[in-house]
């Protein structure tokens, strides 16, 4: 009897069952879905400032071209002092998750609809 088992790298290891409870190894794959390289975190040089977009109570909002990517963003730029001060981090950080949620889907949507 075969039975196949995913170990912690993704790895597929096929074992063949003897009749004494015992198992032998017959062959492990090399894993099973290609890993994708994580992109470079994005640092302040990847970007060209364009001029200030908006004002808010943390900072400020500016028109950015994203050097990288090759095309135009919206970059903001947070006080951290500030947003400890009035303990707004928690606000902050559900913010980011929205971002990159809307910004995932965005994602998916392309993929789907580009030919």
Known sequence: MLEQFNNNKGQASTFEL????????????SPMRPQEPKPAKPKITDFELEGVVGIGNFGKVHKAY???????CALKVLRKESVAQM???DHIINE????QY????DRQARQEWVP
């Open 18 to 29: 003897q009749p004494d409870g015992n198992a032998n190894e017959v062959c492990t794959s």
């Open 66 to 72: 994203n050097k990288r990517e090759k095309r135009v």
């Open 87 to 89: 303990k707004h981090v």
């Open 96 to 99: 980011l998750e929205v971002l």
């Open 102 to 105: 809307l910004a995932d889907r």
